[in-house]
């Protein structure tokens, strides 16, 4: 027989939330690279609660579900994500190597100006800009091979002094 000074304990079934991180593995230096988590196996509306904690493995933290980061050394990095939503936790890392970027600028005899790529594979240079009276940001994509050289034509820089490489 039970009296009114009985309690009775409910127990919330155990979440078994699921951390996934959607990063790429290998980056260049200074390259801009984008992080995201997910969070599955959370009771319904947690996750409008979740919060994250990123840790790039470099002394710098982001603290939302998306993130961008940029190394300035070569190396290879442990990135941890942590999240909590209530009584829900979960860590989860991912490796980053970051490669340097090696590469010349020079001009061939018509003036044109050549980047060479001095490493071992292949550099995506994308974003870069090469400053001139008229400066050109290389598109989205662009790839330049292992040991390989692409050219800008003069005529496209107009150049009144050397170009520089941002």
């Known amino acids: 027989h039970k009296s009114s000074n ?3 304990r409910l127990k919330n ?20 690279i984008k992080f995201k ?13 979740m919060r994250y904690e990123w840790n790039f493995g470099d002394s710098y ?25 209530g009584k829900s936790e979960q860590v989860t890392r991912h490796e980053v190597t970051v490669l340097p970027v090696i590469f010349s600028i020079s001009r061939n005899e018509v003036g ?12 995506d240079v994308s974003g870069y800009i090469i400053r001139g009276t008229n ?5 989205p994509r662009t790839i330049i091979v292992a040991r390989g050289t692409i050219t800008i034509d003069a005529f496209r820089l107009e150049e009144e002094s050397e170009s520089l490489i941002a």
């Open 61 to 85: 933290i982001a603290t939302s579900t998306t993130a961008e980061h940029a190394y300035r050394y070569p190396g290879t990095y442990v990135v941890t994500v942590y999240a909590r939503s």
């Open 13 to 32: 079934p155990e979440t078994k939330m699921t951390l996934k991180t959607d990063v790429q593995s290998t980056a260049y230096v200074n390259q801009t």
């Open 112 to 123: 044109d100006v050549q980047i060479n790529n001095d490493a071992p594979y292949d550099i």
């Open 6 to 8: 009985d309690t009775v």
């Open 37 to 49: 988590a997910s969070a599955s196996g959370l009771p319904s509306g947690a996750s409008k609660l």
């Open 135 to 139: 400066s050109i940001t290389l598109p």
